[in-house]
């Protein structure tokens, strides 16, 4: 519940006038629903006896009187009898039932002082005929029902206000998070990214209206009906309340059952939505592999274990619905008893345990009864929205400590102005791993100065990548620095850092924009101008012009989905290019630029380079032309630098990659070492 609580603070603290406003509204509500149940009485005990509120008034004056004198009377002969007796437990007897005699004499003066306190009211307002006392009762009802229903509404309304705005406030928080908290080593996967966004925060919105409305107005309903009730016979109200003990520790039993069994099934739902956007993501090889099946036996198989997951949670939330109903009724059968007993026999006790200062009247018992059942109403509700608030409690514990997570990567308290360094990169002793014990990179040492074109080379998996990861401060290394002009990453602002890098990863990241939106990306603030020079320059003009009918307005699709590799690569090239930065670091770029465009975005790279440190990861031959050295990396550390020609003689590593490449022949790229 703690996590729950948290929102349910942010909710009170932030919309607190709606909430107020709400509590408000839920309290007329359950007034009225009293109110209106009360009604029983007057029906009762005027209405269908012929009577009009005055001649009510007046018979029960009479009668009250009537019965103060009998007690009195009674009392009087039993202090006769008391002064008269000898016997000790005869004495005793006697006391005890002058006790009561006592007792019943308070309570009919009490309903006498009530009679005469409600007299001049009832001669002022009250109709004179029992026709028109019954006319007055029907419209307070109907005043009533229209009452309480405006009040209902108002009391939703403003709550819909309060939690969905809190919802939209923790959506917004949990974006903020998700946009910093998956840098480093936390490992948050898109699926439970996802179902935290949807799913968890929506379940927390719907469990905090849920608490702010029918958990408040219902308990309001209850309460009434029970004040009322008390005021008839309270001794009698605590018998009925006998059976809530059992079951109020049945439903603590529930709540900790539904709670664990909505916390699996969020994190079910969280696999099956990697899950499914994994599958749409690689939509093609299923389909090229045609492993449609394998894939829908796989789905059916996590959709199954979701299934059963919830039809235990319906399953517990129909027993916390029985529990609630078999307390409602259980409260009405034990009051049915005892207070039936008092009634037919004008009784005030049951086995020596005062239940009653008087006899109960036929119309005051049918009131009790009525308001022991607008009891059960609230009560067989409260059942219902127990499984959400469960449910609530669950994605609360999900979704709270991934915003209490702390930032993995995070900007030093006084950043250092980015200008006041220069520009030269170095790599120091650096040691990092993405998993425990298993090293990516040992003791690296690679320094790159300030205008330098280095491309850094080497097997798959030897760590090429890991660089650019610790230069752009996705992570920070283990061990070891990653500076720039002589000052720490860790030293910069994150945001001034990146804003100096432009970065074009190896698989390309479009979005479902316009190819003019998705090149804005690189400087947001770019003129259209400006978008179109970078077009030119990375040749994306060439096949907007010739092969998208809709120009630079075309829709990339989702993740570039409606271009090919190649124009995707060109975009994400122009992208780096508007984004005019001091460092440019190209991820395998050009890996799926056909001969042509290779040749072409060849040249305008080397222009792009000039005056800027550029460090390419590469294979290509036409790529590494442009670098002035060459890094050859091996098992995440470097194993040699130099020129095209001195690597191919100095460095295995090197030969192995240019014989397999294929393409040592034409490839004569650095033609001296900056080193
Ligand atoms: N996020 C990650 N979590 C765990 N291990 C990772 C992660 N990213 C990379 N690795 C591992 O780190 C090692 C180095 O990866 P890196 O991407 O730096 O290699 P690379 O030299 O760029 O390879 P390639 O030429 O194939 O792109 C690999 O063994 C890889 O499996």
Redesign the pocket.
Known sequence: MNYLLLAIRHCVSKYRWSILGSLVCSLMVGVLWGANIGVVYPFAEVIFKGQSLHEWADSETINCNQKIAESQAEIANLDQQIAGANDDSKINKLKASRDFAETELEGWKSKLANVEKSQPYIDTYAPESPFNTLLALVAFLLIGTVLKGIFLSLSMMLVARATQLTTLDLKQQLFRKLLDVRLGKTQISTGDSTSRMNGDVGSIGGALEILFGKTVREPIKMISCLVGAACINWRLLILSLLVAPVAAFVLYRLARTIKSLNHSSIMINARITGFFIQIMHGYYVVKAYGTERYEEERFEAKSHQAYWEQVKIRFYNSLVRVNNEVLGLGMVCLSLIAGGYLVLNQETQIWGIPLADKPMELGAILTFYALLVGCTDPLRKLGDVFGSIQAGVASAELVYPLLQMEMPIEDPKTPVPIDSVGRNIALKQVDFS??EDTP?LRKLDLNIAKGESVAIV?????????IINLLMRFYDPDSGSVTLGGTDLREFAQHELRSRIALVT?STVLFNESITENIRYGRMDATDKEVMEAAKLAYVDQFVQTHMSNGYKTMCGDRGANLSGGQRQRISIARALLRNPDIIIMD?ATSQIDLESERLIHESLKNCIVGRTAIL?THRASTLKLASRIIV?NHGQIEATGTHEELIKTSKTYRRLYVEDGESSTAKPAKKSAA
Request: overall charge neutral; some cysteine.
């Open positions: 993405y998993i990516v080497g097997p798959n998996g030897c760590g090429k990548s890991t190896q395998e990861i990396m």
